[in-house]
């Protein structure tokens, strides 16, 4: 693969880029699917002065693998966790620990697009799945299981699976993911990336962790960018068997999670009234938003993330960047292939009142 044809990842726009270029004097970024918050324990161990910061971090942080083990359950230690420098650098180590320029790479319709970045970086060929096109489920452009086991060729090495998935914020069931996992050849490797997981009902929507023991091809990859807030710090860990974790290991390099990155996780994973304070948000987020696209006859995708993503139409464009000029970014997706639709956070209540207001005034505009 020549590098020129990778296409590069777009990040959504800078709050500053725009501050300037429409000289706004607030500006309220909705498009990376960031936590609005971050916790108080976070903050305080930051604000200290006397970070050892001349000293490598710990290479190999226990107390964290530890708590990851525990706060992860289902009998898994340290021995099956890995961290990363966000979870993007896990889903790396394990494109290159799977595969190589013979390799197919099944990656589904609308993915994010760091699967097919890596993946070709590795010069695998990659082979898209179809999307879920019934327009009356609730996976309506989610993964289509039935479509990525019908992409299965002898040269198959990987397939990503996003639950719940980004930017579609569709989820699919574990008994669905139990029975795909059956009829995959025992050499391809899958990964489940469950980056958006802390934000579903845990009650309802299982984690496919359940069934690392039942699969020895099974990768899960979590992130601390999303609940738990640390988005800046990079932080994201890799659960698989002992065996997988440890072929990986050899993947990371020694100091791959910084001083910060390490202890504000534990803190964060220990501060429980935050990342329940930060669900409680997003929950009631999710239906003042539902309720402004259900007011405004606008159709949305899954609601299972921290994220709704909106059939804004052959409008999709002017309304972005009506939007931008207000001082609200959201994320356009053509990137994506879904070119009528945008994706908008879920912010802190005043930043999404200010976002339901300007919709409000774009579509009145309009009629
Ligand atoms: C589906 C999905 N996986 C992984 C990531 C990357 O997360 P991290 O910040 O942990 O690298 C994202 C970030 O938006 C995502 O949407």
């Known amino acids: 693969m020549r590098l020129k044809n990778i296409k590069k990842y777009t990040p959504g726009f800078n709050i500053h ?143 990503f699976i996003a639950n719940p998935a980004n930017p579609t914020g569709t989820y699919i069931k574990l008994s669905e993911i139990d029975n795909f996992l059956q009829l995959v050849p025992k050499n391809i490797s899958v990964i489940i990336d469950e980056a958006y997981y802390e934000y579903l009902n845990p009650k309802i929507n299982k984690s496919a962790v359940s069934l690392i023991r039942k699969y020895k091809n099974l990768y899960v990859t979590r992130s601390f960018s999303k609940i738990y807030g640390l988005a800046s710090l990079r932080v994201g860990y890799g659960i698989s068997s002992q065996e997988n974790i440890s072929k990986l290991k050899t993947y990371k390099q020694p100091f791959n999670s910084n001083l910060f990155a390490q202890k504000a996780a534990l803190l964060a994973l220990k501060d429980f009234m935050f990342t329940r304070a930060s669900k409680e948000n997003n929950d009631i987020a999710r239906i003042k938003l539902t309720d402004l696209f259900n007011e405004l006859s606008i159709d949305y995708l899954g609601t299972y993330c921290n994220f709704i993503t909106f059939r804004a139409g052959r409008q999709s464009k002017q309304l972005f960047e009506y939007l931008l000029k207000k001082g609200v970014i959201v994320r356009p997706l053509t990137n994506y292939g879904l070119t009528d639709y945008l994706r908008v956070s879920l912010g802190t209540p005043i930043d999404n009142n200010v976002f339901i207001k300007h919709m409000k005034s774009f579509y009145s505009d309009k009629i």
């Open 17 to 159: 880029d725009i501050q300037k270029k429409y000289n706004l004097k607030k500006v309220i970024k909705l498009a990376s699917n960031e936590n609005p918050f971050i916790s108080k324990d976070v903050l305080t161990f930051i604000k200290k002065s006397n970070h050892k910061l001349n000293l490598y971090p710990d290479s190999n942080p226990d107390e964290l693998h530890r708590l990851l083990a525990n706060t992860i359950g289902h009998r898994m230690t340290s021995n099956n966790v890995i961290l990363g420098n966000g979870s993007n650098e896990i889903l790396e180590f394990i494109v290159r620990a799977n595969v190589d320029n013979k390799s197919e790479v099944i990656i589904p319709k609308h993915s994010f697009l760091v699967y097919e970045i890596i993946s070709k970086l590795q010069n695998a060929k990659i082979i898209i799945s179809k999307p879920d096109n019934d327009k009356a489920s609730e996976n309506y452009l989610g993964i289509n299981l039935e479509s990525v086991k019908g992409k299965i060729t002898k040269k198959t090495k990987l397939i």
